[in-house]
């Protein structure tokens, strides 16, 4: 399995394992030490503890689907090619209706436009993005739905586990002083540790909230302006070379807004681009990825 070939990156490893880490002590913080205490024997305990691992289970579902999806792979060649011929041959390959193919001087891939080489994948991915510790996987043109749903979710759980753990220590706060500290002998090393539980799932959730809000805004920036952060990188460059100091723009920035997003999230309806559902991957222009370009050596 070829999209397997990324797990082999140990820092991919740590944050996998973190990520899993800090989900399940939000968890058990937010049930034990929130919910229990202080909703004890109301609704509102059971309607929040549904509502928050509602949302930690398509937290987890949509990151499992963008650890384990295939980015966009370009599949290599199964036959050796002569790639000195073939990139001699880059006007006959216009011709041919392959504008903007290239081969890789990496892992030698006859790859489509938009594909970048991944060090740590060693892959060529289709609409590369950038590769993601977090995900311990490339974000591509296959698996960005994904990614941008677990940054969703993540920064819904991050606001949520924030709201529950501000309102149950208000909450606290209150029913000590109005209980005159009764068994406040027997309470007092239990109390620091619900504030410790406290203060690490605040820090926990601010410290995540802001990183994937900034994430998301930037993958969001990056669909609507339909360039991925490699692109508009290289277009600068460009521009800095340019004396004129013309911007660069590819030719598809001139599609609709809601299509790029579409070309993302579905086609299907708006209610769906909220759920890790497989959606059929766009096509580039009706050509077809193939391992060996149409071209005879
Ligand atoms: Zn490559
Ligand atoms: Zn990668």
Redesign the pocket.
Known sequence: MASFRCRRDPCGFICLVLTYFSVFYADYVVIQYVLIPAYSGSVWCTLHASIFNVILLLLLACHSKAVFSDPGM?PLPETAIDFSDLRSQTSRMTDRGCEGWTV??????Y?PPR????RVC???IRRMDHHCPWINNCVGELNQKYFIQFLFYTGMASLYSMALVVSAWVWRIRSEREGDGEKEGEETPSKHLIVAHYIILLVESILFGVFVLVIFYDQLVSIITDETPIEQMRNRLMMDRNSGGQPVHPPHTRKPKIALLREVFGRGSVLCWLFPLHSSPPSAGGISYSAVPDYDV
């Open positions: 370009v890789c001087s990496r892992c030698e891939t790859r594909a970048h080489h991944c060693q892959r060529c």
